[in-house]
């Protein structure tokens, strides 16, 4: 496994301190992919490791692999809980409807009618570290972008530029007629989700690692990630989980549980406004999907967030 003798970049801890917490993209813009056609197999594939040189590039492409599905260890001065990339973009990134990167790179950048804003590649790498990984988004020329961008680009090669491939993203779930049920996705969780995930959404750590990742609380994505939009998380949980059994909820299943993970606190939104809860729901949340931020449950302000 030529992938796992990285050595952490010193340079990440140095310039981490150089420049405030800042968010440098707006939000986790929510991509719109077409649902894949039943039985579709002709994605596309990318190349496989013995296929990459032993040059620089080949190595940086390794760093990039390494930062990708080891990020807390390789990159800690940029990543505030206990994921890694790999924990929603499957198979080291290559997962057809899990967020592949060889559906993304050729997409960038890209033009976002919603504020008239061009976004880079770049930028939706230091997004991730932002929401997803609760973070500090390393500089977008600095040595951690850099190798992920360029593992991105090698998973890519011969991928057509520009076109939307099947399989990029999360494949949307429409929403139930019926909407969704909190109750019921509390039952889906306990009996297809607790055993990995534990009872409490905690996930499971062997030493300081987590072996399953939690998927609320403090160690887990934040209130302005991709995946506190109910209908990303029904998506992405329809398509991939309970792992090695994806396709095997039905769309009111997987929006129940999506809703009950999502109904539980996490990181709290680091675009927060003067403190207000209400006015960031007002800003960034009235128009973000499927979302509780900012809502009561039962008598619970929903977002007040955790440390
Ligand atoms: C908690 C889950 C989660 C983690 C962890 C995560 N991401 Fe993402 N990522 C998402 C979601 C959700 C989206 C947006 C998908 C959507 O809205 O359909 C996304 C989008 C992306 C995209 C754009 C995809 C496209 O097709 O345009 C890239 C590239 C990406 N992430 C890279 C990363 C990198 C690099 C890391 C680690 C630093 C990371 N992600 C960590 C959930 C995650
Ligand atoms: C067999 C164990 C297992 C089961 C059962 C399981 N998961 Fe997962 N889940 C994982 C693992 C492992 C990952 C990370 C995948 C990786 O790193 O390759 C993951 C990732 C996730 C993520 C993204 C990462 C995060 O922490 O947010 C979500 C959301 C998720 N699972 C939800 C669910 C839901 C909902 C169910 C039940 C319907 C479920 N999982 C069942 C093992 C499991």
Partial sequence: ??????????????????????????????????????????????????????????????QGHSLFVDTRRQAPAYVGNG???SNCHLDQGRLPNSAPLWGAYPMYPAYRKKNDKVNTFAERLQGCFQFSMNGKPPLADGPEITALS?????LATKAPLGVESAGRGYPEVAQPAKGYDLAQGAQVYKAQCAICHGDTGQGQKVGQDYVMPPLWGKDSYNWGAGMHRINTAAS??????????????????????AAFINSHERPQDPRLIDGSIEK???????????NLYGQTVDGVLIGQGIR
């Fill in 236 to 257: 992405f949980i329809q398509y991939n989980m309970p792992l090695g059994k994806g396709k095997s909820l039905n769309d009111q299943q997987a929006w129940d549980v």
């Fill in 280 to 290: 960031t729901r007002v800003k960034f949340h009235a128009n973000d999907g499927v």
């Fill in 83 to 85: 994921l890694n990339c």
């Fill in 150 to 154: 360029a593992y991105a680009y090698w």
């Fill in 1 to 62: 496994m030529r992938f796992l003798s990285f050595v952490p970049l010193s340079l990440a801890l140095m310039s981490a301190n150089l420049y405030a917490a800042q968010t440098v993209m707006d939000d986790q813009s929510e991509l719109k992919t077409q649902a894949v056609a039943a039985g579709h197999t002709a994605y596309f594939q990318p190349p496989a490791e013995h296929e990459l040189p032993d040059n620089a590039f080949g190595k940086l492409v390794r």
